[in-house]
């Protein structure tokens, strides 16, 4: 970090950008981001490129939220997650762990991915479903209803797992 007389800058891995630290929990977040004064950004969080954090989501731990991504409503992003691209997570949605959420993806309702789980492209996670351990979503896939996928489960492409469905082991859904 730099601070001269008028601008402050900070490092989110790109090199120094303009920036401030959010008046609620202290995070770094680039100029260019919008977070409500409502959201939480934790000390080591980091919001940057033109991400919006609004309502009361937060974003704590080591957590990154880039690029053009959106986390609203009560949504939180933990750990050492990950959400960029064009990616939304919203409702009551959870972020958490070593998770990816990249691209056009929606996480919404009451949705949870964690661990190491990687949910990319188009992809969405919506109403109590769980993507979990090393699992990936990806393509134009659908995970809703409690459906659960989970250790190193693939779904991928416009394949759908609904209701109470569970995807586990090294499975492929397509």
Avoid: E
Avoid at 38 to 49: E, F, I, L, M, N
Avoid at 73 to 93: E, H, K, L
Avoid at 94 to 118: E, L, P
Wanted: proline share 1%.
């Amino acid at each position: 970090m730099y601070t001269s007389n008028t601008t402050t800058t900070h490092d989110f891995g790109n090199g120094l950008v303009p920036a401030h630290q959010h008046s609620n929990g202290g995070g770094w977040v680039a100029d260019t981001a919008t977070v409500a004064t409502t959201a939480y950004v934790g000390p080591t969080a980091k919001v940057s490129g033109n991400a919006v954090v609004s309502d009361n989501a937060a974003v704590t731990g080591n957590a990154r939220v880039r690029d053009n991504a959106v986390v609203s409503s009560s949504a939180w992003v933990r750990g050492n997650a990950v959400v960029s691209g064009y990616a939304q997570v919203r409702d009551n949605a959870a972020v958490t762990g070593y998770a990816q959420v990249i691209g056009c993806v929606r996480v919404t309702d009451s949705a949870r991915v964690s661990a190491s789980a990687r949910v990319r492209d188009n992809a969405v996670v919506s109403d109590n479903a769980v993507v979990t351990g090393n699992a990936v979503v990806s393509g134009s896939a659908w995970v809703s209803g409690n459906a659960r996928v989970s250790d190193r489960a693939v779904v991928i492409g416009s394949a759908w797992v609904r209701d109470n469905a569970v995807v586990c082991g090294s499975a492929v859904a397509h």
